[in-house]
């Protein structure tokens, strides 16, 4: 995320506001989302979710090219 000045703030935008492009069911259930950060580039985050407990992995986190 650092490589990319991806922040907090940036991460919690696009888990509330982005939308969920891609699915993946490995050893984890990984959900590719797309959205904006709070200066508008276009991110996408790839997190892993947990049905057991309300817990969230953010395993990347990068900008997108326009």
Same mark, same amino acid.
């Given at each position: 995320?650092?490589? @990319? =000045?991806?922040? =907090?703030? *940036?991460?919690?935008?696009? /888990? !509330? /506001? +982005?939308?969920?492009?891609w699915l993946e069911f490995k050893?984890?259930? /990984?959900?590719?989302?797309? +959205?904006? @950060?709070? @200066? =508008?580039?276009?991110? !996408? /985050?790839?997190?892993?979710?947990? *049905? @057991?407990?309300?817990?969230?992995?953010?395993?990347?986190?990068?900008?997108?090219?326009?």
């Amino acid at each position: 995320m650092a490589n @990319d =000045e991806i922040i =907090e703030a *940036d991460v919690s935008r696009v /888990l !509330r /506001l +982005g939308q969920v492009c891609w699915l993946e069911f490995k050893a984890d259930e /990984l959900w590719h989302v797309e +959205g904006k @950060d709070v @200066d =508008e580039r276009s991110i !996408r /985050l790839v997190v892993a979710v947990y *049905d @057991d407990e309300v817990v969230v992995k953010i395993i990347t986190a990068m900008t997108l090219r326009q």
